[in-house]
């Protein structure tokens, strides 16, 4: 039995090994979009009540649980800007993790890392970023990204392109220098 199956079965165990699996990507990618580390523990904990909810109405996904997750945590995110009348920060690439390479990056290496996270901060449309954030940062697939933005995968490829443009094009400007 899939883990999706034993899920939709409410079988406890699996329901606690999908908690395991995906809960710390939610939480990243729901801190990098929202920048409050309360909130992203609350989308988190919504994310799978929602899904909860859904695998016992016989809803829910089925096939990409991944993809299914990503989705509903970018829509709690947008409701919960949209419910407390600000914007979402997207103050995202600030908080990259911090493994032990980037400790050990030379400063002429961090000096383009950060002048990358200029660009994706400063240059990049809203879409963009959310491109880039999910495609590069979170890993996810073209389909993957396109079912989470809502958008055709087409119209993400076209995103990803320009939000690349943008970044070879501000890269170029600085290495001309």
Do not use: W
């Not at 299914?68 to 914007?87: K, N, P």
């Not at 963009?128 to 940062?137: A, T, W």
């Amino acid at each position: 039995m899939t883990l999706l199956e034993a899920a939709r079965q409410m079988d406890r165990e699996a329901l606690v090994k999908i908690f395991d699996l995906y809960s710390p990507s939610l939480y990243n990618y729901a801190f990098r979009l929202c920048n409050d580390a309360l909130m992203a523990d609350y989308i988190v904990g919504d994310v799978f009540a929602k899904l909860l909810e859904h695998l016992s109405d016989g809803r829910g996904p089925s096939t990409n649980l991944r993809s299914y997750l990503y989705e509903i945590t970018y829509h709690l995110i947008v409701d919960e800007a949209r419910y407390s009348h600000r914007s979402a920060p997207i103050d995202e690439v600030e908080y990259l993790k911090q493994d032990e390479y980037c400790t050990y990056v030379s400063a002429e290496n961090r000096i383009l890392f950060d002048a990358i996270l200029r660009v994706v901060r400063n240059d990049l449309t809203e879409d963009q970023r959310h491109v880039i954030i999910l495609r590069f940062l979170e890993g996810l697939s073209l389909q993957e990204t396109a079912t989470v933005i809502g958008k055709e995968v087409n119209n993400v490829k076209v995103i990803q392109n320009r939000a690349i443009a943008v970044l070879r094009k501000v890269l170029d400007n600085k290495d001309a220098k």
